[in-house]
Every structure is written in structure tokens, then in C-alpha cells.
């Protein structure tokens, strides 16, 4: 998310729409301290993850080498594991649509995966 909420403030960068697990209280206390704009949708019940296909992490996929190195790489940057708050082990993912049409899509291979968000701008860009 550190990296969405640096890019969204970059000139023609499509305001984001975050979609979580947590209750609407939860989301709002969270966005609050993190980025006061943001726009978001709180899907307890997993509806909107199902219909783009982002399903439960597998062990490797929450707790392997590479999500734990991703871990420890936020750590450093001052940022921590808060409290549980809806489906932790949902696996995350990204998605730029524009007009009902997904344009780009990034679906985490690991819970620290990153979007190549570089690359939704270029598909942005052709999209139009």
C-alpha cells in the first residue's frame, strides 16, 4: 500500500480505490493515520476478492522466505504488523479498470508482493 499511496500523488495517477476484509470502523481507523483520502470499500464478507479471483494464501504464500524477507524490509522502514482485523490470510492484489474493462491486473504471488505500478501507467496510457 506504502508504494500505491506515494504513486496516487504523482500528476495523472488514477485515484485509488482500496477494497479490504476489515469492518467499515476498522478501515476508516486504518486509512485515517495512513492516507486521509483515500477512498475505500470494506468487503468482510470477501465478495469483490472472489469476483476478481484473489483467493486464501497458501503456508508458503503468507509465511515463506520471500513474504518474511518482505516483512522484514517494511520493518526497517518503521512499518509493523497491526491487529488482526478481517481475513489475514486473504491474498492481495491490484487492478486498474476503466469503464468496466481491467486494463492491468497484479495478483500477489506472496503477501509481500509488490505491483509493478510503472507498468499500470503504461497500460493506462494504451487503454485510452
Known amino acids: 500500500m506504502h508504494e500505491v499511496v506515494h504513486a496516487a500523488k504523482a500528476p495523472g495517477y488514477p485515484a485509488p480505490l482500496f477494497i479490504h476484509r476489515a469492518s467499515v470502523e ?5 486509512f485515517a493515520t495512513r492516507f486521509k ?7 468482510k464478507d470477501g465478495f469483490l476478492f472472489d469476483a476478481f ?3 486464501r494464501g497458501t503456508l508458503t504464500q503468507l509465511l515463506g522466505p520471500r513474504a518474511i524477507w518482505r516483512a522484514f524490509g517494511s520493518m526497517l522502514k518503521g512499518h509493523f504488523v497491526g491487529k488482526p482485523t478481517g481475513n489475514e ?3 492481495p492484489g491490484a487492478f486498474l479498470v476503466h469503464q468496466r474493462e481491467v486494463l492491468w491486473e497484479h495478483r500477489a ?6 505491483p509493478d505500478l510503472t507498468a499500470a501507467m503504461r497500460a493506462l496510457k494504451s487503454g485510452l
Not at 476498522?26 to 486504518?30: A, L, N, T, V
Not at 483520502?37 to 468487503?43: E, F
Not at 504471488?109 to 509488490?114: S, V
Open 89 to 91: 490470510t486473504q491474498m
Open 53 to 55: 479471483g484473489l483467493n
Open 37 to 43: 483520502t483515500a477512498r475505500a470499500i470494506s468487503d
Open 109 to 114: 504471488r506472496h503477501a509481500g508482493d509488490q
Open 26 to 30: 476498522d478501515g476508516e481507523s486504518f
